[in-house]
C-alpha cells in the first residue's frame, strides 16, 4: 500500500485538529450558556421608568430617575439595559451639585449583571469605575485588572432589581437576604434584613409596602452600617417606594413621585 505523503499527512492532521478544536469549543461554550439560571421574573420590563424626588429634610435637593430603556445583546446574551441617574436641582447646584450616573446589564434570563458603570459628580468630586462581569469564567474584569467573582455576583442596581424578583411572601420580621455585590475591585457581603410590613403615602399615591435594611459594610456603595431603609410595594413588582439614607447632619429621603412602563398592576397602591 501506498503512504501518503508528508504534505498530505501534514495537511489531514491539521484539518483533524481543526475540527476537534472546533468541536471542543462548541461543546463546552455550549454547556457554559446551558448552565446558567434562569429566574421567574415579573417584577420589571423594558419600558419602565421610576422618577423620585430626593429630599433633604423639607427641601427638594435633587430627581433621582431609574429606567429600563432597552434590551441589548452583551456577551451573547440579551441583558436589560439599566440607567440610574441622580441630578441636583437647579435651586440646589449652587449649594453642591450632583449629575450622578449608574448604569448595568442585567442577564433577561438569568437576572445578573454583565456590565456595570459608575459616573459620580459631586461637587468637585468625580470618579468613574466600570467592570465587565465574565460570569462564565467567574473574573471581573476593571481597568486595575482581572478579579475572582462567586457565580452570578452583583453590582449595586443589579442587586436591587434580583431582590425585586425574590419571594417575600413567608418572610419573617428579622430574616436575612444574603448577597454578594462587587464594587471597587472587591467583592463584599450585603445582607438585606427584613423589617416587616408599613402602609405609607408619597406623591404618587398610598401604598402597602414591606420594609428592607441593607447591613452595608465599609467599602461598599454606602460607609455606615445600617444607614439605608427601603419601602418597596408589597406585591409582585416590589417597587422601592422609599428609601431612607441616614447621613452625619440628618438624612435624605427619596420618594416616588412618578411611574410608567410596569410589569404589571399594582396592587398595593391604595
Known amino acids: 500500500m501506498k503512504m501518503p505523503s508528508t504534505g498530505v499527512y501534514m495537511r489531514r492532521r491539521v484539518i483533524i485538529q481543526t475540527a476537534i478544536l472546533i468541536l471542543l469549543?462548541?461543546?463546552?461554550?455550549?454547556?457554559?450558556?446551558?448552565?446558567?439560571?434562569?429566574?421567574?421574573?415579573?417584577?420589571?420590563?423594558?419600558?419602565?421608568?421610576?422618577t423620585y424626588d430626593v429630599k433633604y429634610g423639607f427641601v427638594t435637593a435633587g430627581i433621582a430617575e431609574m429606567a429600563i430603556p432597552k434590551i441589548k445583546r452583551i456577551a451573547g446574551?440579551?441583558?436589560?439595559?439599566?440607567?440610574?441617574?441622580?441630578?441636583?436641582?437647579?435651586?440646589?447646584?449652587?449649594?453642591?451639585?450632583?449629575?450622578?450616573?449608574?448604569?448595568?446589564?442585567?442577564?433577561?434570563?438569568?437576572?445578573?449583571p454583565w456590565r456595570f458603570e459608575q459616573h459620580i459628580r459631586e461637587g468637585g468630586f468625580?470618579?468613574?469605575?466600570?467592570?465587565?462581569?465574565?460570569?462564565?469564567?467567574?473574573?471581573?474584569?476593571?481597568?486595575?485588572?482581572?478579579?475572582?467573582?462567586?457565580?452570578?455576583?452583583?453590582?449595586i442596581v443589579s442587586a436591587l432589581y434580583l431582590f425585586r424578583t425574590l419571594d417575600f411572601s413567608d418572610k419573617k420580621e428579622g430574616d436575612i437576604i444574603h448577597l454578594e455585590n462587587f464594587?471597587?475591585?472587591?467583592?463584599?457581603?450585603?445582607?438585606?434584613?427584613?423589617?416587616?410590613?408599613?402602609?405609607?403615602?408619597?406623591?404618587?399615591?398610598?401604598?402597602?409596602?414591606?420594609?428592607?435594611?441593607?447591613?452595608?459594610?465599609?467599602?461598599?456603595?454606602f460607609k455606615s452600617e445600617g444607614s439605608i431603609t427601603i419601602w418597596m410595594t408589597d406585591d409582585e413588582l416590589k417597587i422601592p417606594i422609599r428609601v431612607k439614607t441616614k447621613v452625619i447632619i440628618g438624612s435624605i429621603d427619596s420618594e416616588l413621585t412618578a411611574y410608567e412602563g410596569l410589569a404589571g398592576e399594582l396592587i398595593s397602591k391604595r
Open 25 to 50: 469549543t462548541s461543546v463546552f461554550t455550549g454547556a457554559q450558556i446551558k448552565d446558567f439560571r434562569k429566574i421567574e421574573n415579573n417584577a420589571f420590563k423594558v419600558g419602565e421608568k421610576l
Open 77 to 112: 446574551r440579551k441583558a436589560y439595559n439599566v440607567v440610574f441617574r441622580v441630578n441636583t436641582v437647579p435651586a440646589f447646584d449652587m449649594f453642591f451639585k450632583v449629575r450622578d450616573r449608574y448604569e448595568t446589564y442585567i442577564d433577561v434570563e438569568g437576572i445578573f
Open 126 to 155: 468625580t470618579k468613574d469605575f466600570s467592570a465587565f462581569f465574565d460570569q462564565r469564567r467567574g473574573k471581573a474584569k476593571t481597568s486595575k485588572g482581572s478579579f475572582e467573582i462567586p457565580p452570578y455576583v452583583n453590582d
Open 183 to 221: 464594587y471597587n475591585n472587591k467583592v463584599y457581603p450585603l445582607d438585606v434584613v427584613y423589617r416587616g410590613k408599613e402602609t405609607i403615602s408619597v406623591d404618587a399615591g398610598e401604598f402597602d409596602c414591606f420594609i428592607v435594611e441593607p447591613l452595608v459594610v465599609d467599602g461598599g456603595l
